[in-house]
């Protein structure tokens, strides 16, 4: 009984981690598609919360990379 209340705690964590990970991404994408001036600013942020997520093992680091290198090579397309 104590692993099923433990797993459901661990997954609305990691849910959440994962939700925080989306979210930066998709605004610093925004950022990025209206060539927004605090588009550098979202990728810091967006770059910061898939490391935070990566550290805690709810992002594989390949997948963290790729998503890293898309954010950046979007960001520089529009320069």
Known sequence: ?????T????????????NEVK?????????IAAKSAEAK???KKAVSA??????RGILHKNKA????????LKYNKTK
Do not use: H, P, T, W
């Not at 009984?1 to 209340?5: D, E, I, P, T």
């Not at 797993?7 to 994962?18: D, E, F, Q, T, V």
């Not at 990379?65 to 950046?72: F, I, P, T």
């Open 7 to 18: 797993s459901k705690m661990r997954r609305a964590r990691n849910l959440a981690a994962k």
């Open 41 to 43: 600013e979202l990728i």
């Open 65 to 72: 990379a790729r998503q890293k290198s898309r954010l950046l």
């Open 23 to 31: 979210k930066a991404f998709k605004g610093a994408e925004r950022a």
């Open 50 to 55: 898939i490391d935070k997520a990566v550290q």
């Open 1 to 5: 009984m104590k692993r099923v209340k």
